[in-house]
């Protein structure tokens, strides 16, 4: 059974920082695309940023470009979303996602196939 399980959402104070984790377990992600994705109330799921196999191509939404970063631990099957400069407008529930096919890098939600639980994050203004 393949599960994603998220960690490191909380509550922060604008132009704060946090880091959230995402391990997987049940299956090899070492040649698929992760990614993160948030919805905030009353929204659609939108895209954050997704990173290939080799963490060699991230990509990111233009909300949060030059303010997140996206890395992996392939040996870990974990993916890591660096927050800075954190936004009131970026509370949401952050998603982790898996893509079940190898080397496709994509920002749609049709793109991923394994999806965690998710974690809140709120930034107080």
């Known amino acids: 059974q393949v599960q994603l399980v998220e960690s490191g959402g909380g509550l922060v104070q604008a132009g704060g920082s946090l880091r959230l984790s995402c391990a997987a377990s049940?299956?090899?992600?070492?040649?698929?695309?992760m990614a993160w994705f948030r919805q905030a109330p009353g929204m659609e799921r939108e895209f954050v940023a997704a990173i290939n196999y080799s963490g060699e191509k991230p990509i990111y939404a233009d909300s949060v470009k030059g303010r997140f970063t996206i890395s992996r631990d392939n040996a870990k099957i974990t993916v890591y979303l660096l927050m800075n400069s954190l936004k009131p407008e970026d509370t949401a529930v952050y998603y982790c996602?898996?893509?079940?096919?190898?080397?496709?890098?994509?920002?749609?939600?049709?793109?991923?196939?394994?999806w965690g639980q998710g974690t809140q994050v709120t930034v107080s203004s």
């Open positions: 996602a898996g893509d079940s096919l190898p080397y496709r890098l994509g920002a749609l939600t049709t793109h991923y196939k394994y």
């Open positions: 049940g299956r090899s992600f070492s040649s698929s695309t």
